[in-house]
């Protein structure tokens, strides 16, 4: 009788082990690669545009300032593996709860249901069979999600890994870019700075402007918004650096907002004031020294371009002034514009700034501090006009006082002149002990018409030490790396009648200072001087020969009768 009493303790090991066995076969079988495939599949999905035309809820819209969107990688494509990975966890959520536990197990299986159509079992014994495996098919659900789990785990570990190593390729290719750039500028010595009065500044990338829709971009280089490319909010994908396009874009001053000449992200910038009292004849001189860089052009590998239109309209401007009276009119207004040319020579090239600012604004410290540009000269061309100074003037007999007075002379003497801007130059830039001045005296003309005076004549700084002005020399040599000298005759060297040799002379002051910079262009000058020099002794030679043939063959059997009589 106790034999035939049924085990509850073997009845649920053979119920557990049958419901083991169940869950292993299912979850193995089936519900694991379920479990995956569609996770997998919403995961996908996830990455997937939505049609075009149609609105795409997990692009978050960019909101700042700039006009480009962020780089899928900086970005989007971490929303993106976000919503992935939320994509396939509530799959897996919804796979065991919703469907295997709530309506596979509960609702198909306990019931007597068929698990896969719904379809109530024929027979009892159908329908107990459908109930005992309802709770191996429970646990198959549980083990096939966890094991997904686990292996989703373990894919999104090794994706994110991935996508750390695009992100991290891309920041590498960002960085690699801005530092090939800076090192190149740095080679070449390319510094940006606002050509315009009341700005001056500095900057380290303009404001470019996309040609689509002309948004001004102010992050134009790689970083966040794309490594090689950014891409305007119009669509337009515009190059992030110099070496891929992006000097062909228009380009603002990012603190003026004024437009820039596209040589000024590519060019080194030289910037040189010509500094002079009021009527010394700076915009004179500027405009010999540009008819002398045209001419040099003309003769020599040389090259002269203008930065912009505004520029070659300004010159236009100045040489109408000078062909139809002769004389330019009178710098006006406040801060100078830079007059900007680009000048070569070989391969290399340099962005020429040449300021031209009154008189009146370097007469004493407080203008002189307002000249922003004095901070970034890499060279000062001094205007000298000795006329004005008061010991060249004490000096004049009456007849040159009036020649003196015809050719207009500065308000200003060249030593006060120099003193008026001199501690205030080393005040903005705090380095005139390593800059070059080019000291060009003016006026040659006149001063050759002058009978009171010495000649102008080589050394210049010679001829200004024996007319009185050693004191400007000496403290030129003071103060500044180096100092050269010039005489130069602007009226000569501008207008119908100009002067080839006195254009060339009078654009050797800013060669000599490109020279500085690294352009060579010096030879020009040098050349110059030893065709000047050749000239010379050639003109020796033949005044020498023409005296020896003057003598007369008298003179010379003289001779030969005196050295046949001696002793």
């Known amino acids: 009788m106790g034999a035939d009493v049924v085990d509850p303790v073997l009845i649920a090991r053979i119920l557990g082990t049958l419901t083991g ?167 070449l010595g390319v510094r940006m700075k606002c050509p315009y009065p009341g700005c001056y500044r500095p900057f380290p990338l303009a404001v470019h402007l996309c040609p689509g829709c002309g948004a001004a971009h102010r992050e134009l280089r790689p970083g966040a918004f794309g490594a090689l490319r950014h891409v305007c909010s119009c669509g337009k994908g515009l190059p992030t650096t110099l070496m891929t396009g992006r000097r062909k874009l228009a380009a603002r001053c990012p603190h003026c907002d004024r437009s820039l000449p596209p040589a000024v992200g590519t060019t080194r910038v030289v910037h040189l004031p010509l500094i002079g009292g009021t009527s010394a004849g700076k915009t004179m001189l500027l405009a010999a020294m540009l008819e002398g860089l045209r001419s040099w052009s003309h003769e020599s590998r040389l090259t002269l371009e203008y930065a912009s239109p505004d520029d070659l309209r300004e010159v236009n401007t100045l040489g109408r002034q000078v062909n139809s009276t002769g004389w330019t009119l009178k710098t006006q207004g406040g801060q100078p514009r830079a007059l900007m040319l680009l000048v070569g020579y070989g391969r290399r090239r340099r962005l020429l700034y040449l300021y031209d600012p009154m008189g009146e604004s370097l007469r004493d410290a407080d203008t002189t501090r307002g000249q922003g540009y004095l901070a970034h000269a890499d060279g000062v061309l001094l205007v000298t006009d000795v006329l004005a100074a008061p010991v060249v003037r004490r000096a004049l007999r009456a007849g040159d006082t009036e020649r003196a007075e015809a050719a207009r002379p500065a308000d200003l003497g060249p030593v006060e002149t120099y003193a008026g801007f001199s501690g205030e130059l080393q005040g903005l830039g705090g380095r005139r002990g390593r800059l070059p001045v080019a000291a060009v005296v003016t006026k040659r003309d006149a001063l050759d018409r002058l009978d009171s005076l010495p000649r102008p004549a080589e050394p210049v700084e010679a001829w200004l030490t024996e007319i009185g002005l050693g004191e400007l020399v000496r403290a030129l040599g003071h103060d500044f790396a180096a100092a050269r000298y010039w005489v130069v005759s602007a009226r000569a060297a501008t207008g119908a009648g100009a002067l080839d040799t006195e254009q060339r002379r009078a654009a050797e002051p800013v060669l000599w200072l490109l020279s500085r910079t690294g352009l060579r262009v010096g030879r020009l000058s040098r050349e110059r001087q030893d065709a000047q020099q050749a000239r010379a002794a050639q003109e020796a030679r033949d005044a020498q020969a023409a005296q020896d043939r003057r003598e007369t063959p008298a003179a010379r059997g003289a001779q030969s009768d005196e050295r046949s009589n001696t002793p």
């Open 21 to 187: 066995v169940i869950a292993v076969a299912v979850c193995l079988g089936y519900g694991l690669w379920r479990f995956l495939a569609l996770a997998l599949s919403a995961a996908w999905a996830a990455f997937r545009t939505h049609p075009p035309g149609g609105s795409d809820p997990r692009i978050v819209p960019y909101t700042g300032p700039e006009p480009a969107r962020p780089a899928y990688w900086a970005g989007q494509m971490w929303l993106d593996a976000r919503f992935a990975g939320q994509a396939a966890a509530l799959t897996v959520w919804f796979l065991l709860t919703r469907h295997w536990l709530g309506a596979v197990v509960r609702h198909r299986l306990l019931r007597g249901r068929n698990g896969q159509t719904g379809e109530l079992a024929e027979s009892g014994f159908g329908r107990l069979l459908l109930r005992v495996l309802a709770p191996g098919t429970a646990l198959a659900a549980v083990l096939s999600a966890l094991l997904a789990s686990v292996l989703l785990a373990g894919v999104a570990l090794f994706f994110a890994v991935q996508l750390g190593l695009v992100a991290l390729g891309a920041l590498a290719a960002a960085l690699a870019g801005r530092t090939a750039e800076r090192l190149w500028k740095l080679v």
